[in-house]
């Protein structure tokens, strides 16, 4: 079911809209004013929250391992709530997600995907650690999730101060519920993971088990900012 908005906060965030590529910071308003113009959900969010707009402005507007981030309307190729696409060639970073979220969620999903890929250096010299042989190929996939905690913690430190949402709406907003129910901890995080996501994680460790014996056969240090995802 669509949301339906009161018609004064339609008319802001088309305000803010109409503003938002004529004042601030340029580099980040272009890609943001995007997402707001593509999804108006997502505008009517960050017009009731300023201080998580200002956020996002800074994340657009800072490139991640020299990448320029830019937003695609396109839904995510794996069905997903979001991904992030490395443009080598045109020295872009394509953000994507999924209209069938709430704005919020959409919202954190994009902060979230920002905040891996901006992990992209801790993967690779992980990778190299592998290649060393300073790596058990057990312990490789829960130190896949390690870094990946981190992005869980940086929305932590964010979201729910400048995103706040009411206990009894959690329900509408699966993502934000589970962040706010991930562990800062990560030992705690990580059996939160296996118990509450044991399936998803049964798949993730399989899939980093045959990425290891990869790198150990091929080796590692390839950069996925050359191209693909």
């Known amino acids: 079911m669509r949301a339906r908005f009161p018609g004064w906060l339609l008319s802001v965030a088309l305000a803010v809209l109409a503003s938002g590529c004529r004042t601030g910071d340029r580099r980040g308003r272009d890609a ?18 300023p201080g998580l707009e200002r956020v996002l402005h800074a994340e657009f507007a800072r490139p991640v391992n020299g990448m320029k981030l830019e937003w695609s309307g396109a839904p995510p ?9 490395w443009d080598g060639p045109r020295r872009r970073l394509l953000l994507r997600a999924s209209p069938d979220f709430s704005p919020e969620d959409q ?91 044991a399936g998803a994680y049964a798949r993730n460790r399989e899939e980093a088990l045959r990425r290891y014996d990869g790198l150990v056969g091929a080796g590692a240090g390839r950069d996925p900012a050359a191209g693909g995802r």
């Open 32 to 49: 943001l004013d995007q997402l707001k113009t593509d999804r108006i959900g997502v505008a009517v969010v960050l017009a009731q929250h």
């Open 77 to 85: 190729s794996g069905g997903g709530a979001a991904e992030h696409e």
């Open 107 to 197: 919202l954190l999903a994009v902060f979230f995907e920002i905040a891996g890929a901006r992990s992209l250096p801790l993967f690779l010299a992980l990778e190299r650690e592998v290649v060393a042989g300073r790596v058990d190929r057990e312990a490789f996939p829960d130190e896949l999730v390690r870094i990946e905690h981190g992005s869980v913690v940086a929305a932590k430190s964010v979201f729910p101060a400048l995103l706040p949402i009411p206990p009894a709406d959690l329900d509408r907003h699966r993502l934000f519920a589970d962040l706010l129910r991930a562990p800062d901890d990560f030992d705690a995080f990580l059996d939160w993971r296996k118990s509450e996501f």
